[in-house]
Structure formats: structure tokens, C-alpha cells
């Protein structure tokens, strides 16, 4: 009897030994006996989960008008009479990325002024009045006999208005009527228009290639 007491006192010891190490193991690991699963709050880990980007709203075309008014520029550079001249302007703008084109019109320009007897009613009355002048000492003349100056008489034609005149003032001395009259030419004019950024110096470039000449800004279409 005694010996199965003992082993008796031997089983309880093992197993109260084996219940100690595996709630030693259940601590460590994090598993929780069977026993208590009913008494606990199972819920299910809380994830978080980033906003989604918002995109950027697109520009309406109004927008985008407005955008491309403010950065854009336009204007037309002359005139000038000088073809080779509205050539260089049109290259240097186009180097520097504007959009250009030259535009070439005919002009009446004075180009000179006549100091003219006015014309006689006839071609007999015209060359008394050549008589007349030189009488008076005035030989560098030219009688008329075609065109709109027909039996007019010129006394010289000069480049500006103030030297005819003081020539005209003269010969009113001597007793003769005389006018001052405006040579009309025809001649080819050439204007640039350009359109780009408003951030290019324009001025300078102008100034650089045809100092002087006029810019004049208009809306861009």
C-alpha cells in the first residue's frame, strides 16, 4: 500500500508541475486557455486606410483665355520705309520666339517741295511768263507742258519745305506770284506685327534694330 501511496504523491506532484509550465508557455506566447474564450471581447484589429487623393480641378477654357492673355503680347512695329530693315525686325523677333509677319503697302509721301509759278490758261500765256522770269535774272526754270503741272513754271524743287520757301520769298520780291507745292510720291511702307510672351523686351529689340521706330500695341485676337 505504501508504495502506491507513493506513486500517488509522485503523479499529483507531476502533474501540478505540468499545469505550472504551461501557463509559464500560455503567458509568454500570448494564448489564453480554452477555458476563458467565452468571457472574452473578440473584435477585429482597426485598419487604417489614407484619404484618397483629390485631383486637381481642370481649368475651364475661360481660365485658360485668361492665362494665355495675360502671358501673350501683341503689337505692330513701323512703319518704315526700308524693306531690308522690316526684314531685320521680322528675323530678330522670330529668334526670340514671337510669331511675325511683315505687311507692305503703298503710300503717297511727300518727297519733295516745288517752287512754282502757278499755270498760265494757255501754252502762249505760259511762255510770256517764262519771258518775264528771265527778264528778271531768274534762267533756272522749267516750263511744264504735260501732266498735272501743265503751263506751270518750277523755279527749283528742294528737299524741305523752309529752304522753298525762302526761295519763293525772293522771287514775291521781284513782282511774281509764286506757291510752294508739295511733290507727291508713291512709295512702298512696311509695318511688322508680332505676337508672344510679354516677358521679351521688345523695346530693346527695336531699338537695336531700327532705333526709333514706333510700336504701337494692339489686342490680341
Not at 69 to 89: K, N
Not at 130 to 150: N, P, Q, S, T, V
Request: some cysteine; hydrophobic content about 45%.
Amino acid at each position: 500500500m505504501r508504495w502506491m501511496l507513493g506513486l500517488l504523491v509522485v503523479a499529483n506532484i507531476s502533474i501540478f508541475v505540468w499545469g505550472i509550465t504551461i501557463g509559464r508557455v500560455d503567458s509568454l506566447t500570448g494564448t489564453l486557455p480554452l477555458g476563458n474564450l467565452g468571457a472574452m471581447n473578440i473584435s477585429s484589429p482597426v485598419v487604417e486606410v489614407a484619404p484618397a487623393a483629390v485631383p486637381a480641378p481642370t481649368p475651364t477654357p475661360t481660365e485658360t483665355a485668361q492665362q494665355v492673355a495675360v502671358a501673350t503680347t501683341c503689337a505692330v512695329i513701323g512703319p518704315v520705309s526700308d524693306e531690308a530693315q522690316a526684314q531685320a525686325l521680322l528675323s530678330a523677333l522670330q529668334q526670340d520666339g514671337f510669331t511675325a509677319k511683315i505687311h507692305e503697302t503703298e503710300e503717297s509721301r511727300e518727297s519733295g517741295y516745288w517752287v512754282l509759278i502757278p499755270a498760265a490758261a494757255d501754252s502762249a500765256a505760259a511762255k510770256q511768263n517764262e519771258e518775264k522770269l528771265k527778264a528778271a535774272g531768274i534762267d533756272d526754270l522749267w516750263r511744264f507742258r504735260k501732266g498735272e503741272l501743265k503751263h506751270a513754271i518750277s523755279l527749283g524743287l528742294y528737299d524741305r519745305r523752309p529752304g522753298a520757301e525762302v526761295w519763293a520769298k525772293k522771287v514775291k520780291a521781284k513782282g511774281f506770284e509764286v506757291t510752294v507745292h508739295p511733290k507727291m510720291s508713291s512709295t512702298s511702307i512696311y509695318r511688322v506685327s508680332y505676337s508672344g510672351s510679354a516677358a521679351v523686351d521688345v523695346e530693346t529689340l527695336v531699338a537695336r534694330v531700327a532705333a526709333g521706330t514706333k510700336i504701337t500695341m494692339e489686342d490680341c485676337k
